[in-house]
């Protein structure tokens, strides 16, 4: 398998590193031997529109810039779609990846086949909540499992139960597994 | 010396770490006795995780939060002095803060392990990576090793110490990660069982330390008598760092497999074109050559990893070859007559008679991304300038201009 270059479109606040660096640790439990998990920090404050880049490779990675072409674009806020060009640089037959109630058919870019999940609704459902807010970030790592079967749903549940030990862990789990099985294209 | 074994796989631990994490864990195993430091962007997460290390009593580490990196020097010499084993961290104007205690450190042979998440020196304020920080200490004394992956960073700062505190040496040691391009990078970091790197190291055994019951003084006062000859003792000393380091780097591979030299060759057995640059950028400059070497192009890459002692005879045997050298360093030395990195490399090459021509491009500074093009860019330019004849001195690239 070549490299794939995944970039992630957040929000301050909303866990979009910790999904790239999540990412990174369940691709090496995966048998990856080469990942790399590195955010974009600009002056963001909350809410401002952030990037996160994750590169998974079978072989150990030595490039060391930032992403560009990427393979696939993970979107934690359908708003986002709005304000910047999430498909910028992305390959042809990348992948874009939506947290959005509206269907694919409703999205139009010029490319990459796309994906969406209601990870905003399966966040509130389960609680998922920072500051009563929720939290999107755990259940799009399960919809980047189905979307580009890279990483195994259960790897995926195991580095969130790590990262957030007891029941925390265990909700976000469950709603990986929610946004897993409802994603689709 | 310990006869050292190699690990057996089952005994190492692998975990997704970011550079800087990766270098706490390696301070914790290394049995640190004083930490003392100030949180600095972006090297903070390393004294953060050290402090929750302390905290849990995973260490027996005595931590102390100083008031600014001035004092958590000072607080390393002392402790240094006293025997101890000593590290800390800093990055640009912390570093900066150092720099009086810098050259005592060096000068009073206190062999302390200062981590560096190298990043850009105000103004204006920026937090990115650059390397005017730690090119700017180069001639303070200590020893320098620029590292490219998390791997290489916990491994590197597990033998500073070994290297540090070799009485041959007895010196202070950066090592340097990439701020945020790797201390904020997480990756697969292979981690040695505890006890290895416990019997790796040892005990640091101090040649003459402080002690209330046999009082001495250090670091006193030498006029014209006697300053000198400490200056002499310390440059002499440095020059004992490339045996010691490639002993402590044998033992280590015996161990780990792992070995990394003063510098990495890529490719350079037939290079018409070398690059030489370091760290993170490294990595990237290697991924170029393979691209341009499918192309057809006779291009390798030195990657250095030792800037002080510089290892110039050694680099000058593997590049002298070449028609020409393309450095790419990030920073500038303003009014020099070139910027550091090109600079040691035009004299390790000048008692040559017949030397490569020598292009300098300053890259990335305040962090702006190095992307691979910026590396072809400059190997274009490099190309031309052969065929011209002659190049300009330095100039940069991917800036407005």
Redo the contacts between chains.
Sequence with gaps: MPMIEIRWHGRGGQGGVTS??LL??AA?LDGY???????Y?GAERRGAPVKAFTRISDEP??????I?TPDIVAVLDQGLVELIDVTEGLVEDGKIIINTTLEPSDLEFERGHVFTYDGTGIALKHGLLVAGLPVVNTTMLGAFAKATGLVKLETVQDVIREKWPGKVGEKNAVGAAEAYETCSD | MTAVKKIPKDDVVIEGLTGDAAIAHALKQCDVDVLAAYPITPQTIIVEDFQKFAADGEVKTKVIPVESEHSAMSACVGASAAGARVATATASAGLALMWEILYCAASMRMPIVLTIANRALSAPINIHNDHSDSYGARDSGFIQIYTQSCQEAYDTTIMAFKIAEDHDVLLPIMVCIDGFILSHNVERVEMLPDDAVADFLGIREPVQPLDPNNPITMGPLALTDYYFEFKEQQDRAIKNVPDIFKRVEAEFEKMTGRSYGMFETHKTEDADIIILTHSTAGGTAKVVADTLREQGEKVGVVRLRMFRPFPSEEIAEVVKNAKAVAVFEKCLSFGGAGNPLAMELRTALYHLAERPMVTDFVIGLGGRDVPPTTFVEGYEKTKEYLKKGEAPSYETLGVRK
């Design positions: 790239a660096e990174a640790k090496y031997k080469g990942v790399q998990a590195f955010p920090f990675i030595n490039v060391r810039s930032q560009y």
